[in-house]
């Protein structure tokens, strides 16, 4: 028998006890006695020493606990008290040292927060210095293709219009009015009723221009205005569109939104609460949306609301349940293709790809045209095609063109998705859970496909508000999701339950909901794995776990309600990126195919939007500053 002699010791008299008939207590190991009735059997001991001698045959010859169970009752005795002595000082010792240590991890928690923040500082120079470089690599790769491109231009100038462009360019001064009038019309006919038909336009981003969140673009013509997106700027507290007050003092007609993420359609009920008379278009699809992702807002708020007030703070969210209703009662569906006229303007919306009902939109003023690509994409999904640009858009006088990936090159998707199912695999055959935090639209439904169509044996769970969004998902579209191996996560949540598998839950960024619960359970698991599918913001809870687990610290402190908690990291840490939006080659296929006259870079960072802006003019494309903008 191991331990303390005085454990040693009441652990051979506890199976002595047991071993008699005449014992009648609940205990059912000598572990449950010494714990359980201590006392009682360090008296028992003290009296009789039939029960010390038959103990005794228990312990080896050596073993210093047979003097606690010493025939003589004094010397038993005297024993026991200088052992519990002993054992007294060493539990009185052991508190110190606890005490002690949690001083030293409090420090050491306190010296890696201000260590983290210089990481930070360290990591985001690095990036920079990255992207520069890549941009002059970029570039000198672009002045080659620049040189293919003059060549093509050159054999283009065999074309009848364009040979007339540059015949009228050449022409001198006093050169026959007649033959340049000839060349005019050869390169554009005459149209009578320009005239009639042009009209101003005017555009002005109030959010999301050069950051990302919070979108929110201003186009006017005449007396008409009217607003494109109006989001959330994500955070502790959500914020509106940084310039929202403009919008509210220019009273627009409506307010077309672009898809059903909270960082464009979030603000909507606000505004509606507002502005009376505001109506809401979208596609069929992101009015079946928008309104489960306003009730899920509502609800976060009113959480933060309630933590800020325990605090001692105050904060209001940024509208009520009427307001959501109301919102609801003004959508109007306007399916892609079909033109709207909303005023002076004409709205005609295409699909963006990037999640189900995504759309970009063209806006007309008479001949003047502005095309909004929104968040936009080129690939196929599992869950949606890549964009569709309509004729409508081509020779656009703007594109407002999002730049969130423009300093990225993707590799193949299909790599990637090789990559994660791969990962997937390994865990689940290892025993283990495989956590995904994901975005309640469209990455939950894109990770729940992939899994059902390329891992029909390993069990998948959906929880959170992905579970709801995926329901609706299911509604609009005739994708079959739920079912086979992947099924809503069940109330009340199967944390200890679910031991194997495949977890896809809210928030993606693992600030909050039922993510973070199930990476408290997953993190300490060195068989299973937490894979971080998407954009995670600098301050968010799943950078700091990839910063932790790239540094290898033994713990992780999560979000909890009131603070953070820690827990140990011995799970497996990757980020697999499956974004939804067109990278920096995906941007300029998009901007070549539109060939507009000037294009607007929004939903970005300054610094990756002026290295792109660069890429564009490579490219033979104008830019425009990121500011208030008027047709020419």
Not at 266 to 281: C, D, K, Q
Not at 346 to 359: C, K, N, R, S, Y
Not at 524 to 543: C, F, I, K
Not at 567 to 587: K, N, Y
Request: aromatic fraction near 4%; charged fraction near 25%.
């Amino acid at each position: 028998m191991n331990g303390l002699p005085l454990d040693a010791a009441l652990t051979a008299a506890a199976t002595v006890v047991l071993a008699r008939d005449t014992y009648q207590g609940p205990d059912r190991t000598p572990a449950d006695l010494v714990r359980n009735r201590r006392s009682w059997l360090l008296g028992l001991i003290a009296k009789s020493s039939a029960l010390r001698a038959e103990a005794r045959t228990l312990l080896p010859d050596d073993h210093p606990a047979r003097l606690l169970l010493h025939p003589d009752t004094d010397v038993a005795t005297a024993a026991t008290r200088l052992a519990a002595l002993s054992t007294t000082a060493l539990e009185r010792r052991a508190r110190q040292l606890t005490e002690r240590r949690n001083q030293l991890q409090q420090k050491l928690a306190s010296t890696r927060r201000k260590l983290e923040y210089e990481q930070k500082d360290t990591a985001r120079l690095r990036s920079e210095l990255a992207v520069a470089r890549q941009a002059a690599a970029d570039a000198e790769q672009e002045i080659t293709d620049l040189r293919a491109r003059l060549t093509a231009q050159h054999n283009r100038l065999k074309d009848p219009r364009s040979l007339a462009a540059a015949l009228l360019t050449a022409l001198p001064q006093n050169a026959d009015d007649t033959l340049r009038t000839s060349l005019h019309n050869l390169i554009a006919p005459p149209r009578a009723t320009a005239s009639i038909h042009s009209r101003d336009l005017r555009v002005t981003p109030l959010g999301g221009d050069d950051h990302i969140g919070g979108s929110c673009l201003l186009v006017e013509s005449g007396d008409t205005r009217l607003l494109v997106d109006a989001g959330i700027r994500p955070g502790d507290t959500p914020e509106p569109p940084r310039d929202i007050a403009t919008a509210l003092q220019s009273r627009p007609e409506a307010v077309v939104v672009t898809h059903a993420h909270a960082d464009h359609c979030g603000y909507v009920p606000a505004l509606t609460a507002r502005l009376p008379r505001l109506r809401v278009v979208a596609t069929p699809e992101s009015c079946r949306l928008m309104p489960v992702m306003w009730q899920d807002s509502l609800k976060v708020m009113r959480r933060r609301a309630d933590i800020r007030i325990s605090y001692g703070g105050s904060w209001q969210p940024l509208y009520d349940h009427t307001a959501v209703d109301d919102a609801v009662a003004r959508l109007e569906e306007l399916p892609f293709g079909a033109p709207r006229r909303i005023g002076d303007l004409t709205v005609e919306l295409f699909p963006a790809g990037h999640i189900l009902g995504a759309a970009g939109a063209v806006i007309r003023a008479g001949d003047r045209r502005v095309v909004v690509t929104g968040d936009i994409s080129g690939f196929r999904q599992e869950s949606v095609d890549g964009y569709r640009l309509p004729d409508s858009a081509r020779g656009a006088d703007l594109l407002v063109l999002e730049s969130t990936c423009c300093a990225e090159k993707h590799d193949d998707r299909e790599t990637r998705v090789t990559d994660l199912i791969s990962t997937v695999t390994e865990v689940y055959g290892a025993g283990g859970r495989v956590l995904i935090p994901a975005f309640a639209l469209g990455r939950a439904q894109e990770l729940a496909l992939l899994m059902r169509t390329r891992l029909p044996h390993v069990p998948v769970l959906v929880d959170g508000m992905a579970k709801d969004l995926t329901r609706t998902f299911e509604s609009v579209t005739d994708l079959s999701i739920f079912g086979g191996n992947v099924a809503p996560a069940p109330r009340p949540p199967a944390f200890d339950r679910f031991t194997e598998g495949v977890v896809i839950a809210t928030s993606g960024m693992l600030t909050a909901g039922p993510a973070v619960e199930w990476a408290a359970r997953i993190l300490p698991d060195p068989h299973s794995a937490v894979l971080l599918s998407g954009y995670q913001d600098e301050e968010s809870g799943g950078r700091r776990l990839l910063d932790d687990a790239r540094h290898g610290a033994p713990d992780h402190e999560l979000p909890a309600r009131h603070g953070t908690r820690s827990v140990p990291l011995r799970a497996r840490v990757a980020q697999i990126r499956l974004s939804a939006h067109a990278d920096r080659h995906g941007l300029l296929e998009i901007a070549d195919e539109t060939k507009p006259t000037q294009v607007m870079l929004v939903h970005g960072l300054p610094w990756k939007q002026n290295a792109f802006r660069q890429t564009l003019h490579v490219h033979g494309h104008t830019t425009t500053p990121t500011a208030p903008w008027a047709a020419l």
